[in-house]
């Protein structure tokens, strides 16, 4: 399942950042700022409009990722 689609509150754990092309530089910030194979995650709030931003915790760290941006990493819930 794609990250952007994880319900509120629900543990998951990173299995995959999807990368658009062979340089890609938005999946390889992702993966810079922790979004890795077996990493917790959850999300943690949705923006007001459209759902966007999305606060995601991933660690003790939380970010703001577009929903374009969050679908890009699959998650697996249950295992956090």
Do not use: C, N, Y
């Not at 943690?44 to 995601?56: S, T």
Request: charged share 30%; aromatic share 4%.
């Amino acid at each position: 399942m794609k990250l952007s689609e994880l319900p509120l509150h629900r543990p998951a754990v990173v299995t995959e950042v999807i990368d658009s092309g062979p340089d890609d530089r938005v999946g390889r910030r992702l993966r810079e700022l922790g979004f890795v194979t077996d990493e917790p995650v959850k999300v943690v709030a949705r923006g007001p409009l459209f759902g966007e931003p999305i606060l995601i915790q991933i660690g003790f760290t939380r970010f703001a990722l577009r929903r374009a941006e969050a679908a890009r990493v699959l998650v697996q819930q249950g295992q956090a």
